[in-house]
Nanobody, 124 residues
Framework: QVQLVESGGGLVQPGGSLRLSCAAS????????MGWFRQAPGKEREFVAA???????YYSDSVKGRFTISRDNTKNTVYLQMNSLKPEDTAVYYC??????????????????WGQGTQVIVSS
């Protein structure tokens, strides 16, 4: 049973930065793609970014150029560096893991395990 624990959320002013972390346990971390999703109040959960087992990265158009996903397999941790934050980035951010090992191109609908989420509020 995989466990994912997010941290690093908080309140930040527009234009500011935050780094989210997600510590994973219960699987051989290095074999699986990892992803970040978010859900704003009154909206559906949406894909933010993913990183394959080979560290190939993928981003939604709304965060491309501002957010960076990375992973440290020695620490079983995935990160989301968020720069130039906007009020519309306000949401609960969730870490997730792919259901399949060795996926070449992660597919968001195939992510099957989720953390509890961490709140990010971008406001002046």
């Amino acid at each position: 049973q995989v466990q994912l624990v997010e941290s690093g959320g908080g309140l930040v002013q527009p234009g500011g930065s935050l780094r989210l972390s997600c510590a994973a346990s219960g699987r051989t971390f290095s074999r699986y793609a990892m992803g970040w999703f978010r859900q704003a109040p009154g909206k559906e959960r949406e894909f933010v970014a993913a990183i394959s087992w080979a560290s190939t990265t993928y981003y939604s158009d709304s965060v491309k150029g501002r957010f960076t996903i990375s992973r440290d397999n020695t620490k079983n941790t995935v990160y989301l560096q968020m720069n130039s934050l906007k009020p519309e980035d306000t949401a609960v951010y969730y870490c997730a893991t792919d259901a399949k090992q060795w996926t070449i191109v992660p597919v968001p609908r195939d992510f099957d395990s989720w953390g509890q989420g961490t709140q990010v509020i971008v406001s002046s």
